[in-house]
């Protein structure tokens, strides 16, 4: 496949190249690119260092012998949504939503290198009206971690269950489960120079049998096994810069045999990391290349992807933030086989006050489907996000925020033009920064 040359390129896609080329910067990656990011989330995997969980133990509040017990109690998403099954024939619905959890995170320090970890933290998913969607979610999990002088190790195990949005092409949040083993480990060879390593297995299931909407019952043909192996090397690059250069390999296996979707691949991956005082620059590349199994139907890929971001002060209480990415996205309708999700944005970050702060974040984008029935229409469809959040520090443990977020898809197929406005609320009290 050749590239195409930059003038050929529409508008968006040049902006998210241009992004993706002078940013340069690198985080872990998952099994498939990110299926979907809210307007203003930007695609980092939040991740823990041994640093700030050992300071997440130290701070937990209850102490039985050498184990460090740490509540949390938060009402995440209050919210109200004035769509609830967007895009669908009926009547625009309306509702109330909140999620209300508790639970603990427990710390057992195996001498001074190492953390064994444990957490379980079910949430109550409530819903005014729509009384079919209120359920329990799972969130439970174990690790350790542990850093041994040339050594860094992490062994995860979880289950984790959350209303969410899946993806672009239906903004209505579904109940999926998402189990996970993963390891990752990094072993200094030389100074300045690392070995990595990385292995993740997961299973994603759509949670939808008792929604009451047609189309959503199309995320179970999404029901899938992912598999990741991931090595390569990482050099630190001076005082300021990181950068890890390697090779993975995904496979990934979908469960619903009438929409056979299966694929896999080997892609080479760069990642660049520079960190310097106030100002931060990240970027990852992929070229993601992946071909149908045996009898699958999945559409041969072969493209660059990934996703930048670039954060500086231009004044000392003001943050600004610039990003891009492009991902590719599983479609849910059976006319089409995926779509390739591009986006740019830009935020501010604006310190009120020494415990408040005020966040505002606009994006734009474009998703291109990839057609598996060559008799549907060509498919690209507009999207465009934004909103704001005020986030108070009550205490040291607890956090208010109030917040609005617009997404907007507009698309060429009648019917699928898409506006969603949710307004949240979340208070949090207690609980460390992890996971």
Do not use: C
């Amino acid at each position: 496949m050749s590239a195409p040359s930059l003038s050929s390129l529409p508008l968006k896609t040049a902006l998210v190249f241009a992004l993706l080329a002078i940013l340069a910067v690198p985080i872990p990656g998952g099994a498939q690119s990110v299926q979907y990011n809210a307007p203003g989330d930007v695609n980092i995997e939040q991740t823990v260092g041994h640093e700030g969980l050992r300071q997440d133990m130290d701070n937990a509040r209850w102490r039985l012998g050498g184990l460090r017990v740490d509540p949390s109690i938060y009402l995440n998403g209050l919210s109200y949504v004035n769509d609830v099954f967007p895009s669908s024939d009926a009547e625009e619905v309306s509702d109330i939503t909140a999620r209300v959890g508790a639970g603990l995170r427990a710390y057992l320090p195996l001498g001074r290198k190492a953390i064994l970890m444990g957490w379980a933290l079910p949430e109550y998913v409530w819903w005014a009206d729509t009384t079919e969607r209120r359920r329990w979610n799972e969130f439970f999990g174990a690790g350790l971690f542990g850093d041994f002088n040339r050594l860094d190790l992490e062994l995860v195990v979880n289950r984790k269950e959350e209303e969410r949005i899946p993806n672009a092409e239906l903004l209505q949040e579904v109940p999926l489960r998402k189990d996970r083993v993963y390891g990752n480990t990094e072993i200094e060879v030389f100074n300045g120079i690392s070995v990595i390593a990385q292995a993740q297995e997961e299973e994603t299931r759509y949670l939808i049998d008792e929604l009451d909407d047609s189309r959503a019952a199309a995320f179970g043909g999404l029901d899938r096994d992912e598999s990741l192996l991931r090595g390569g090397v990482r050099f630190n690059l001076g005082q300021w810069w990181t950068a890890t250069a390697g090779y993975e390999r995904i496979e990934v296996d979908f469960l619903d045999d009438s929409r056979p979707l299966s694929h896999s691949g080997s892609s080479p991956f760069l990642t660049l990391l520079r960190k310097r005082g106030d100002s931060e620059v990240r970027l990852e590349l992929v070229q993601r290349q992946v071909d149908p199994e045996t009898g699958s139907r999945f559409v041969p890929f072969d493209e660059t992807l990934g996703f930048a971001t670039v954060s500086f002060k231009p004044r000392p209480r003001l943050t600004t933030r610039f990003y891009a990415s492009r991902n590719l996205v599983f479609s849910i309708s059976d006319d089409y086989v995926y779509f390739l999700d591009e986006r740019v944005g830009v935020g501010l970050s604006w310190e009120l006050g020494r415990r408040t702060n005020l966040e505002l974040f606009a994006e734009s984008g474009d998703q291109d489907y990839t057609r598996l029935n060559l008799l549907a229409p060509e498919r690209i469809d507009d999207f465009n996000g934004w909103g704001a959040q005020v986030e108070f520090d009550l205490r040291e443990s607890t956090t208010v925020a109030l917040g609005v977020v617009k997404t907007e898809v507009d698309s060429v197929i009648p019917g699928q033009q898409q506006d969603v406005t949710r307004i949240n609320t979340s208070i949090r009290i207690g609980g460390g920064k992890w996971p």
